[in-house]
Nanobody
Framework: QVQLVESGGGLVQAGGSLRLSCTAS????????MGWYRQAPGKQRELVAT???????NYADSVKGRFTISGDINKNTVYLEMNSLKPEDTAVYYC????????????????WGQGTQVTVSS
């Protein structure tokens, strides 16, 4: 069984900063990418940022220059440093990881954390 546990959400004023953390644990053979997604009330879940095991990163245009994803995929951990936060960043943030739970699997499958609330007040 695989678990992804997020932490670091909270309430912050506009212009402030927060750092999210996520660690995957359980029966994990390999992870090829981890990332963060978010879902605001009444909206679809959207990509925020991803990082691969090779260290390549990808960001949504709305967070480029403000958010930084980092982590050690080999240690099953990813972080999201969020600066210059805006009220429109308010959402539940979900950690995602593409995981193989054993060597015989042909591909990695996505697993999700339970989400952590980020609220930015104006």
């Amino acid at each position: 069984q695989v678990q992804l546990v997020e932490s670091g959400g909270g309430l912050v004023q506009a212009g402030g900063s927060l750092r999210l953390s996520c660690t995957a644990s359980g029966s994990i053979f390999s992870i090829n990418a981890m990332g963060w997604y978010r879902q605001a009330p009444g909206k679809q879940r959207e990509l925020v940022a991803t990082i691969t095991s090779a260290g390549s990163t990808n960001y949504a245009d709305s967070v480029k220059g403000r958010f930084t994803i980092s982590g050690d995929i080999n240690k099953n951990t990813v972080y999201l440093e969020m600066n210059s936060l805006k009220p429109e960043d308010t959402a539940v943030y979900y950690c995602n990881a593409d995981i193989k739970i054993h060597s015989g699997m042909l591909r990695h499958y996505p697993y999700w954390g339970q989400g952590t609330q980020v609220t930015v007040s104006s």
